[in-house]
């Protein structure tokens, strides 16, 4: 007795779920190269950016000087801009709020009266974003439309997006401190320096990804700075 013919099905309904789920792995597969390489080609070119900036010899007057505390080197060069009459005043934001202006006065080798008059002292801030926040007030209070900016080279990209947010209005130089040797690309060979580039990269897509919906309207960096402390 034969055996009744097998129906069969060259296109089922199985076979073609495996052929879709197939497709859309190697559709995803792809997608996630091509974000990799996006990825790891924005981390090349930020990292060659902040590599080849360097500290200006000479920079222009301003009317103000604003420096973010948290790196090497910052401080004393904020003062020294301060001493070359290169803005009327400063502000050295994010300091912890344990520390002294006696003691900043004296890490700098600043003279007391050079504090006394014409030095002011953030407390609030506790990262970038705050900086901007609180340098936008004391900006906006002063009524300054120039203003040069303090902080390390890697620092640089991320700080004046987040101040340029608030103070659309305010020039905003830029005074990067060089972090170590990174003259020539140096910088890109140390592999701790490249450690600190990628988080500070990292971070600076964080700023961007925010910068994608409303950050406000700058009202909080118009009040009043009774907030910052001189001493």
């Known amino acids: 007795m034969a055996d009744a013919p097998r129906e069969t ?3 089922s309904a199985r076979d073609r779920h495996t052929e879709g789920r197939g497709r859309a792995g190697r559709a995803g597969m792809a997608a996630g190269v091509l974000v990799a390489l996006v990825f790891i080609g924005g981390f090349a070119w930020f990292a060659n950016q902040v590599s080849l900036m360097t500290t200006p010899a000479d920079p222009p007057d301003a009317d103000a000087i604003v420096v973010l505390t948290g790196g090497h080197f910052r401080l004393n060069a904020a003062v020294d801009l301060l001493k070359a009459g290169k803005g009327q005043r ?3 934001s994010g300091v912890n709020p344990v520390a002294r202006a006696g003691d900043l006065r004296r890490a700098t080798g600043a003279e007391e009266a050079l504090f006394s008059c014409c030095v002011d002292i953030d407390r609030l801030a506790l990262d ?3 900086n901007a926040a609180e340098s ?3 900006i906006r209070a002063h009524a300054y439309k120039t203003v040069i900016v303090v902080t390390n080279n890697y620092h640089m990209p991320r700080s004046l997006l987040e101040m340029r947010r608030l103070l659309a209005e305010t020039a905003l130089l830029p005074y990067p401190v060089i972090a170590g040797n990174a003259k020539d690309g140096v910088l890109l060979t140390k592999p701790d320096a490249l450690r600190v580039l ?4 990292v971070k600076y897509l964080g700023a961007l990804a925010r910068g994608a ?3 406000g309207n700058g009202g909080d960096a118009a009040t009043s700075p009774s907030d910052l402390a001189r001493r």
Do not use: S
Request: hydrophobic share 40%; no cysteine.
């Open 90 to 92: 400063l502000l050295i």
């Open 198 to 201: 990628f988080t500070e990269y």
């Open 9 to 11: 099905e060259p296109h």
């Open 213 to 215: 919906w409303p950050y």
């Open 136 to 138: 936008a007030k004391w």
């Open 128 to 130: 970038t974003v705050g």
